[in-house]
Structures are given as structure tokens and as C-alpha cells.
């Protein structure tokens, strides 16, 4: 079964950084959409950064754009996430999702949570003021 497992939460200070990471197994990075969403306590899952097969297309939310970067690390089979300047305003669990295989991803939807099947635990970011 599929299997996408994040690590890399914690507690940071407002203007640092953390990299999180989403481990697969039985589904290869690269070869469909993935994404990275959030929600924090009494709001909706909001997505933040989507990438596409192969990397060729990035998406993000411009809530987190110019501070977060999405990549693949196709070796280790992990999407990561990089979190820089991080604001107060970014706490939340962080998820991964991916798209199953050989589905088409419907241009406009990227960052919506219904155009992805597999979803990890999350791993929870805490930022302070």
C-alpha cells in the first residue's frame, strides 16, 4: 500500500527555518502531482506548494511564495519542502498528498485537496512570535 510518511516539524522562532520531508513507498516521486498543504485549528486544509511529474510545473500559494520551496529528491524518493522566514501565521500541521498515477490533474486544481488521493500523517510547525 501506499505509504507517504512527513518528518522535519518542530517549534521555530518567526524569521527561521525549517525543511520538511515526505518519505514514499510504493509510489515513485516524479512520476505524478504532489503538493504540500497545511491547516491550523478551526480552519481549512489549505494548499501551499504542488509540483508536478518531472518538476517541470511548481505552484504556490501566495501566502508562502518567495518563502517556501518545493522539491524532489528522486535518490531518497522524499518530497521536501524548505521553509524559510517562517511568520507566526504558519503554524499548522503540514501534509503531503500525491495524485494517483496516470490521473490527469485538471489545470486550476492543483492546490485543491480532492485532486489527490494519498495523504501522509502530517508533521506538526509551530512558529513563535
Known amino acids: 500500500a501506499v505509504q507517504l510518511v512527513e518528518s522535519g516539524g518542530g517549534s521555530v522562532q518567526a524569521g527561521g527555518s525549517l525543511s520538511l520531508s515526505c518519505a514514499a513507498s510504493?509510489?515513485?516521486?516524479?512520476?505524478?502531482?504532489m503538493a504540500w498543504f497545511r491547516q491550523a485549528p478551526g480552519k481549512e486544509r489549505e494548499g501551499i506548494a504542488g509540483?508536478?511529474?518531472?518538476?517541470?510545473?511548481?505552484i504556490y500559494a501566495d501566502s508562502v511564495k518567495g518563502r517556501f520551496t518545493i522539491s524532489q529528491d528522486r535518490s531518497k524518493n522524499t518530497l521536501i519542502l524548505q521553509m524559510n522566514s517562517l511568520k507566526p501565521e504558519d503554524s499548522a500541521m503540514y501534509y503531503c498528498?500525491?495524485?494517483?498515477?496516470?490521473?490527469?490533474?485538471?489545470?486550476?486544481?492543483?492546490?485543491?485537496?480532492?485532486?489527490?488521493?494519498?495523504w501522509g500523517q502530517g508533521t506538526q510547525v509551530t512558529v513563535s512570535s
Open positions: 498528498a500525491g495524485k494517483r498515477f496516470g490521473i490527469a490533474m485538471t489545470p486550476g486544481n492543483e492546490l485543491k485537496a480532492p485532486s489527490y488521493d494519498y
Open positions: 509540483i508536478s511529474r518531472g518538476g517541470n510545473t511548481i
Open positions: 510504493e509510489y515513485t516521486v516524479g512520476s505524478t502531482w
